[in-house]
Structure formats: C-alpha cells, structure tokens
C-alpha cells in the first residue's frame, strides 16, 4: 500500500519511518523499491555478487559508514555469504564490531526457496508473518558469531528499551 502524503512526491506507507539495509547484489532494485514504494528509507550496502570483482568497495564502505551512523530498524537477510563477505570487509576497515553493533536491533527478514509459505490453516498468522511480496517478519535479532554469520539471539518484540534509548536484549 503506498499513499501520497501532503508534500508532492514523498511517499508514506507501512513502513514511513523505518529505516532498511540490503546487501543484494542480485535483485536489489527489486528490493529496494518494494521497501521505497511502502515508505521506508533504504541504505544499499552490496557486498556480494556472483562476480566477486563486481563489489565496489568504495561504495561498500560508504554504506556502511551511513548504516553505523544511522541503524536500520530491518535488516534484509538474503544470504549468509553476502553478510559474512560485508562483515570480512568491515574488518579489514577496522569497522567490524560498529557495524554489528549498528545491526543488532535490526529485525531480521528473509525470503527464499527454504523460507515458510505461512502457517497451516492459520490466515492471521500467516499474514502477520508473510508481506505481500513474500518477505518472513521474523520478528528476530540477530548477532555475528566469530565467523561472521548471523545467528539468531532475542526477539524483537520482547526488547527493552531504556529511558535512554538504549535496546537491550531480554536474553542479556
């Protein structure tokens, strides 16, 4: 659903305010207009592609520079590959643990040939899981482990968050 809001050409929806990072290389333009297009500003950081001399690392680093400085609320969990590759790379700029402190509020979401169709004969469920373009809400939070992949630690549901501002994990 995407509606017009009182300024020309800025666009509200479902996700107004959120804030999305997505690492695809492959079918991002895809995503990132099904998020634009339900008003969520997108922070596009490519950190795999089938040819692996197509990543820019220039553009790479600056995505991640802007997603440490300004943390997604989702996360767009396409491949392990392409985080653990994003990760290896924040390393090598000496910004590894910024930028998974930076994601580790970040609802995990993913889509793929393995994710579920829904819940059987239970409608509501399955469309408080399921968008309509296919992406699971998890509803997860997620931590790298020392081999860079995710692994999923908390639920985002069940954060507290501090008079600070600060999320903390039930788990913690």
């Given amino acids: 659903m995407q509606l017009e809001s009182p300024e020309e050409g800025v666009v509200t929806g479902p996700l107004t305010g959120f804030h999305v990072a997505v690492t695809a290389a492959r079918k ?21 592609t089938l040819d692996p001399h197509r990543v820019d690392e220039a553009r790479l680093r600056e995505a991640t520079e802007r997603v440490i400085a300004d943390p997604p609320d989702m996360f767009l969990a396409t491949t392990g590959i392409g985080m653990k590759a994003w990760v290896a790379a924040a390393e090598g700029w000496g910004l590894r643990d910024q ?73 913690n």
């Fill in 28 to 48: 991002a333009d895809e995503q990132i207009a099904l998020l634009e297009r339900r008003g969520a500003t997108v922070e596009h950081a490519p950190a795999l």
């Fill in 99 to 171: 930028l998974v402190a930076a994601l580790s509020s970040a609802e995990i979401l993913a889509r793929g040939p393995v994710t579920t169709p829904g819940y059987y004969r239970q409608d509501d469920a399955t469309a408080a899981l399921l968008d309509d373009e296919g992406w699971v809400h998890t509803g997860d939070i997620g931590e790298m482990d020392a081999e860079g992949f995710l692994k999923v630690v908390d639920r985002k549901k069940e954060m507290i968050i501090t008079s600070s501002g600060k999320n903390i994990a039930p788990s």
